[in-house]
Antibody, heavy 120, light 109 residues
Framework: EVQLVESGGGLVQPGGSLRLSCAAS????????MNWVRQAPGKGLEWVSY????????YYADSVKGRFTISRDNAKNSLYLQMNSLRAEDTAVYYC?????????????WGQGTLVTVSS | SYVLTQPPSVSVAPGQTARITCGGN??????VHWYQQKPGQAPVLVVY???DRPSGIPERFSGSNSGNTATLTISRVEAGDEADYYC????????????FGTGTKVTVL
C-alpha cells in the first residue's frame, strides 16, 4: 500500500525556518517524481515545488522561489522541503504528492498533510 | 502564468448530474486532472488525462476537454459526492508549471 507521511510542521515566527519531511513507503520511491502542494486555511490548493526522481529537475512556484528548497534522499525514501524566511502567507497545510506517471504530471497519491503556522 | 478558472459553487439534487467547468487558454491542448477534497482530508485524484479514472473511482465520474474549457461530470449524484473539486494542469512551457484551478464547492441539495 502506498503511503506518504509528512512531518515537521509547527508554529514558527516570521523570518524563521522549518524543514518538512515526507516519508514514503509501499512503492519504489526512487522511480517517482514528487511535489509539495499547500493549502492555506479556507483556501484552495497551491502547487509549491516539484522534484524529479533523480533530483535532476526542480521547479518552484514564484511565491516561494529563493526561500524554499526541495530535496530528496532516495536511499531513505524521503522527500524534504526546507523553508526559510517564512512569512505569514506561508501558513498552510503542506502536502507531499506523488506524480503518477512521468511526463503526465498528475498526483495520484497524497499524504495527510502537516500544518505550518507562521505567526509571532 | 497559466490561469485556471472554476465556478465557486455548484448545487445539484441527488440523482441529478453535476457539471464543473475549468476554463483556461487553449486548455484543450493540455492534459487536465481533477481532484476531490472533502473537509479535513487530503485531495483524491478522480480523473486524470482529461477522461481516465483511477481504479476505485466510480464510473459516475467522467471528464472531457476541448477548446478553452474542461469539464468534470458527476452523474447520479450522491450525498457523498459533496466536496470541493479542483482541476489541475502541468504547463510545460513555464518554469513554475504546476497549476491548480480555483476550486468548486459541490453542494448536494
Amino acid at each position: 500500500e502506498v503511503q506518504l507521511v509528512e512531518s515537521g510542521g509547527g508554529l514558527v515566527q516570521p523570518g524563521g525556518s522549518l524543514r518538512l519531511s515526507c516519508a514514503a513507503s509501499g512503492f519504489t520511491f526512487s522511480s517517482y517524481s514528487m511535489n509539495w502542494v499547500r493549502q492555506a486555511p479556507g483556501k484552495g490548493l497551491e502547487w509549491v515545488s516539484y522534484i524529479s526522481s533523480s533530483s535532476s529537475t526542480i521547479y518552484y512556484a514564484d511565491s516561494v522561489k529563493g526561500r524554499f528548497t526541495i530535496s530528496r534522499d532516495n536511499a531513505k525514501n524521503s522527500l524534504y522541503l526546507q523553508m526559510n524566511s517564512l512569512r505569514a502567507e506561508d501558513t498552510a497545510v503542506y502536502y507531499c504528492a506523488r506524480v503518477g506517471y512521468e511526463h503526465r504530471y498528475y498526483f495520484d497519491y497524497w499524504g495527510q498533510g502537516t500544518l505550518v503556522t507562521v505567526s509571532s | 502564468s497559466y490561469v485556471l478558472t472554476q465556478p465557486p459553487s455548484v448545487s445539484v439534487a441527488p440523482g441529478q448530474t453535476a457539471r464543473i467547468t475549468c476554463g483556461g487558454n487553449n486548455i484543450g491542448s493540455k492534459s487536465v486532472h481533477w481532484y476531490q477534497q472533502k473537509p479535513g482530508q487530503a485531495p483524491v485524484l478522480v480523473v486524470y488525462d482529461d477522461s481516465d479514472r483511477p481504479s476505485g473511482i466510480p464510473e459516475r465520474f467522467s471528464g472531457s476537454n476541448s477548446g478553452n474549457t474542461a469539464t468534470l461530470t458527476i452523474s447520479r449524484v450522491e450525498a457523498g459526492d459533496e466536496a470541493d473539486y479542483y482541476c489541475q494542469v502541468w504547463d510545460s512551457s513555464s518554469d513554475h508549471p504546476g497549476v491548480f484551478g480555483t476550486g468548486t464547492k459541490v453542494t448536494v441539495l
